[in-house]
T-cell receptor
Framework: DSGVTQTPKHLITATGQRVTLRCSPR?????VYWYQQSLDQGLQFLIQ???????AKGNILERFSAQQFPDLHSELNLSSLELGDSALYFC????????????FGPGTRLTVT | GDSVTQMEGPVTLSEEAFLTINCTYT??????LFWYVQYPGEGLQLLLK?????DKGSNKGFEATYRKETTSFHLEKGSVQVSDSAVYFC???????????FGTGTSLTVIP
Protein backbone atom coordinates (compact mmCIF):
# COMPACT_ATOMS: atom_id res chain seq x y z
CA ASP A 1 0.00 0.00 0.00
CA SER A 2 1.58 3.23 -1.20
CA GLY A 3 -0.58 5.49 0.98
CA VAL A 4 -2.06 7.20 -2.08
CA THR A 5 -5.79 6.68 -2.49
CA GLN A 6 -7.88 7.14 -5.59
CA THR A 7 -11.61 7.04 -6.08
CA PRO A 8 -13.52 5.64 -7.78
CA LYS A 9 -11.79 2.43 -8.72
CA HIS A 10 -13.90 1.97 -11.85
CA LEU A 11 -16.00 4.39 -13.84
CA ILE A 12 -18.17 3.69 -16.86
CA THR A 13 -19.73 6.59 -18.68
CA ALA A 14 -20.93 7.65 -22.11
CA THR A 15 -19.32 9.84 -24.73
CA GLY A 16 -19.84 13.53 -24.20
CA GLN A 17 -20.11 13.21 -20.44
CA ARG A 18 -17.94 14.72 -17.73
CA VAL A 19 -16.33 12.88 -14.82
CA THR A 20 -14.20 13.75 -11.81
CA LEU A 21 -11.45 11.55 -10.46
CA ARG A 22 -10.21 12.08 -6.95
CA CYS A 23 -6.82 11.53 -5.36
CA SER A 24 -5.51 11.82 -1.82
CA PRO A 25 -1.72 11.93 -1.56
CA ARG A 26 0.42 10.25 1.06
CA UNK A 27 0.50 12.04 4.37
CA UNK A 28 3.13 14.78 4.18
CA UNK A 29 3.46 14.79 0.39
CA UNK A 30 2.91 18.17 -1.23
CA UNK A 31 3.12 17.21 -4.91
CA VAL A 32 0.43 15.39 -6.85
CA TYR A 33 0.89 14.06 -10.37
CA TRP A 34 -1.67 12.71 -12.80
CA TYR A 35 -0.93 10.11 -15.48
CA GLN A 36 -2.91 8.39 -18.16
CA GLN A 37 -2.08 4.80 -19.06
CA SER A 38 -3.53 3.36 -22.23
CA LEU A 39 -2.53 0.38 -24.33
CA ASP A 40 -1.53 2.41 -27.38
CA GLN A 41 0.04 5.45 -25.68
CA GLY A 42 1.72 3.90 -22.68
CA LEU A 43 2.06 5.97 -19.52
CA GLN A 44 1.66 9.68 -20.21
CA PHE A 45 2.35 12.44 -17.70
CA LEU A 46 -0.59 14.85 -17.60
CA ILE A 47 -0.03 17.46 -14.93
CA GLN A 48 1.63 18.18 -11.59
CA UNK A 49 0.52 20.29 -8.65
CA UNK A 50 2.65 21.35 -5.74
CA UNK A 51 1.05 22.72 -2.59
CA UNK A 52 -2.01 23.91 -4.48
CA UNK A 53 -0.27 25.41 -7.48
CA UNK A 54 0.19 24.01 -10.95
CA UNK A 55 3.86 23.16 -11.46
CA ALA A 56 4.18 21.32 -14.73
CA LYS A 57 2.06 20.28 -17.66
CA GLY A 58 2.58 17.29 -19.85
CA ASN A 59 0.33 15.87 -22.54
CA ILE A 60 -2.92 17.08 -21.04
CA LEU A 61 -5.82 17.80 -23.36
CA GLU A 62 -7.73 21.07 -23.12
CA ARG A 63 -10.85 19.05 -22.24
CA PHE A 64 -9.06 17.91 -19.08
CA SER A 65 -8.36 20.03 -16.04
CA ALA A 66 -7.14 19.46 -12.54
CA GLN A 67 -6.77 21.22 -9.25
CA GLN A 68 -5.26 20.66 -5.84
CA PHE A 69 -7.18 21.78 -2.80
CA PRO A 70 -5.92 23.28 0.49
CA ASP A 71 -6.09 19.86 2.13
CA LEU A 72 -3.80 18.68 -0.71
CA HIS A 73 -6.20 16.26 -2.29
CA SER A 74 -6.54 16.63 -6.03
CA GLU A 75 -9.23 16.17 -8.63
CA LEU A 76 -8.88 15.49 -12.32
CA ASN A 77 -11.85 16.62 -14.40
CA LEU A 78 -12.42 15.04 -17.78
CA SER A 79 -15.09 16.57 -20.00
CA SER A 80 -16.63 15.98 -23.43
CA LEU A 81 -15.43 12.42 -23.10
CA GLU A 82 -14.46 10.45 -26.18
CA LEU A 83 -13.97 6.72 -26.67
CA GLY A 84 -10.24 7.30 -26.82
CA ASP A 85 -10.23 8.64 -23.26
CA SER A 86 -10.82 5.14 -21.97
CA ALA A 87 -7.73 4.36 -19.91
CA LEU A 88 -6.29 3.89 -16.47
CA TYR A 89 -5.70 7.17 -14.69
CA PHE A 90 -3.05 7.16 -12.00
CA CYS A 91 -2.34 9.69 -9.36
CA UNK A 92 1.07 9.83 -7.71
CA UNK A 93 2.50 11.95 -4.93
CA UNK A 94 5.90 12.98 -3.71
CA UNK A 95 7.37 15.05 -0.93
CA UNK A 96 8.93 17.81 -2.99
CA UNK A 97 8.50 19.53 -6.30
CA UNK A 98 10.49 17.30 -8.55
CA UNK A 99 13.25 14.74 -9.04
CA UNK A 100 11.77 12.76 -6.21
CA UNK A 101 10.47 9.25 -6.20
CA UNK A 102 6.73 9.20 -6.75
CA UNK A 103 4.27 6.96 -4.97
CA PHE A 104 1.44 5.78 -7.14
CA GLY A 105 -2.17 5.11 -6.26
CA PRO A 106 -4.03 2.02 -7.50
CA GLY A 107 -5.61 3.93 -10.39
CA THR A 108 -9.07 4.64 -11.71
CA ARG A 109 -10.18 2.65 -14.72
CA LEU A 110 -12.32 4.82 -16.97
CA THR A 111 -14.41 3.22 -19.68
CA VAL A 112 -16.18 5.49 -22.14
CA THR A 113 -18.93 3.78 -24.14
CA GLY B 1 12.93 16.80 -26.14
CA ASP B 2 13.72 14.40 -23.37
CA SER B 3 12.67 10.80 -23.81
CA VAL B 4 13.18 7.26 -22.61
CA THR B 5 13.46 4.18 -24.78
CA GLN B 6 13.30 0.71 -23.33
CA MET B 7 13.48 -2.69 -24.90
CA GLU B 8 10.36 -4.20 -26.33
CA GLY B 9 8.77 -7.09 -24.58
CA PRO B 10 7.38 -9.38 -23.64
CA VAL B 11 10.27 -11.16 -22.00
CA THR B 12 9.89 -14.73 -20.76
CA LEU B 13 12.55 -16.30 -18.58
CA SER B 14 12.95 -19.43 -16.54
CA GLU B 15 13.31 -19.11 -12.80
CA GLU B 16 16.90 -18.32 -11.72
CA ALA B 17 17.81 -16.93 -15.14
CA PHE B 18 19.69 -13.66 -15.55
CA LEU B 19 17.62 -10.61 -16.45
CA THR B 20 18.57 -7.54 -18.40
CA ILE B 21 16.07 -4.93 -19.54
CA ASN B 22 17.67 -2.21 -21.60
CA CYS B 23 16.86 1.45 -21.14
CA THR B 24 18.40 4.42 -22.89
CA TYR B 25 17.53 8.04 -22.53
CA THR B 26 17.79 11.37 -24.29
CA UNK B 27 17.99 14.40 -22.06
CA UNK B 28 19.48 17.83 -21.71
CA UNK B 29 21.69 18.14 -18.69
CA UNK B 30 21.56 15.66 -15.85
CA UNK B 31 18.24 13.91 -15.37
CA UNK B 32 17.31 11.60 -12.54
CA LEU B 33 16.59 8.04 -13.61
CA PHE B 34 14.18 5.53 -12.14
CA TRP B 35 12.89 2.01 -12.55
CA TYR B 36 9.31 1.36 -11.57
CA VAL B 37 7.51 -1.99 -11.41
CA GLN B 38 3.81 -2.61 -11.95
CA TYR B 39 2.34 -5.87 -10.70
CA PRO B 40 -0.93 -7.05 -12.22
CA GLY B 41 -3.87 -4.91 -11.16
CA GLU B 42 -1.75 -2.49 -9.17
CA GLY B 43 -0.20 0.95 -9.52
CA LEU B 44 3.46 1.52 -10.19
CA GLN B 45 5.99 1.11 -7.41
CA LEU B 46 9.44 2.62 -7.31
CA LEU B 47 12.02 -0.14 -7.66
CA LEU B 48 15.24 1.88 -7.67
CA LYS B 49 16.69 5.21 -8.68
CA UNK B 50 19.91 7.07 -9.51
CA UNK B 51 20.37 10.80 -9.52
CA UNK B 52 23.83 11.30 -10.99
CA UNK B 53 26.30 9.70 -13.32
CA UNK B 54 27.87 6.43 -12.12
CA ASP B 55 25.32 6.06 -9.33
CA LYS B 56 24.07 2.51 -8.90
CA GLY B 57 20.54 1.99 -7.68
CA SER B 58 19.65 -1.33 -6.14
CA ASN B 59 16.69 -2.98 -4.47
CA LYS B 60 15.34 -6.52 -4.05
CA GLY B 61 18.26 -7.96 -6.02
CA PHE B 62 17.73 -5.59 -8.95
CA GLU B 63 20.46 -3.16 -9.98
CA ALA B 64 20.89 -0.38 -12.52
CA THR B 65 23.83 1.96 -13.12
CA TYR B 66 23.49 5.50 -14.46
CA ARG B 67 25.86 5.57 -17.45
CA LYS B 68 26.17 9.04 -18.89
CA GLU B 69 28.64 8.03 -21.59
CA THR B 70 26.17 5.56 -23.10
CA THR B 71 23.01 7.39 -21.84
CA SER B 72 21.78 4.12 -20.41
CA PHE B 73 20.20 2.77 -17.23
CA HIS B 74 19.83 -0.95 -17.84
CA LEU B 75 18.01 -3.03 -15.24
CA GLU B 76 19.64 -6.30 -14.16
CA LYS B 77 18.96 -9.14 -11.79
CA GLY B 78 21.13 -12.16 -11.35
CA SER B 79 18.44 -14.73 -10.60
CA VAL B 80 14.79 -13.99 -11.27
CA GLN B 81 11.89 -15.52 -9.39
CA VAL B 82 8.31 -16.20 -10.41
CA SER B 83 7.27 -13.33 -8.14
CA ASP B 84 9.25 -10.91 -10.33
CA SER B 85 6.69 -11.31 -13.11
CA ALA B 86 5.46 -7.78 -13.76
CA VAL B 87 5.79 -4.83 -16.11
CA TYR B 88 8.93 -2.75 -15.66
CA PHE B 89 9.11 0.92 -16.58
CA CYS B 90 12.20 3.02 -17.02
CA UNK B 91 11.57 6.69 -16.22
CA UNK B 92 13.33 10.02 -16.32
CA UNK B 93 12.85 13.23 -14.39
CA UNK B 94 14.35 16.10 -16.35
CA UNK B 95 16.91 18.55 -15.01
CA UNK B 96 14.22 20.96 -13.88
CA UNK B 97 12.41 18.21 -12.04
CA UNK B 98 9.20 19.36 -13.66
CA UNK B 99 8.77 16.89 -16.49
CA UNK B 100 8.57 13.14 -16.24
CA UNK B 101 8.92 10.63 -19.02
CA PHE B 102 8.22 6.92 -18.85
CA GLY B 103 9.27 4.22 -21.24
CA THR B 104 6.64 2.00 -22.81
CA GLY B 105 7.15 -0.74 -20.25
CA THR B 106 8.58 -4.23 -20.59
CA SER B 107 6.47 -7.17 -19.54
CA LEU B 108 8.41 -9.91 -17.78
CA THR B 109 7.06 -13.40 -17.18
CA VAL B 110 9.12 -15.84 -15.14
CA ILE B 111 8.17 -19.48 -15.46
CA PRO B 112 9.00 -22.14 -12.87
Amino acid sequence: DSGVTQTPKHLITATGQRVTLRCSPRSGDLSVYWYQQSLDQGLQFLIQYYNGEERAKGNILERFSAQQFPDLHSELNLSSLELGDSALYFCASSVGEGRNEQYFGPGTRLTVT
Amino acid sequence: GDSVTQMEGPVTLSEEAFLTINCTYTATGYPSLFWYVQYPGEGLQLLLKATKADDKGSNKGFEATYRKETTSFHLEKGSVQVSDSAVYFCALSDRTGNQFYFGTGTSLTVIP
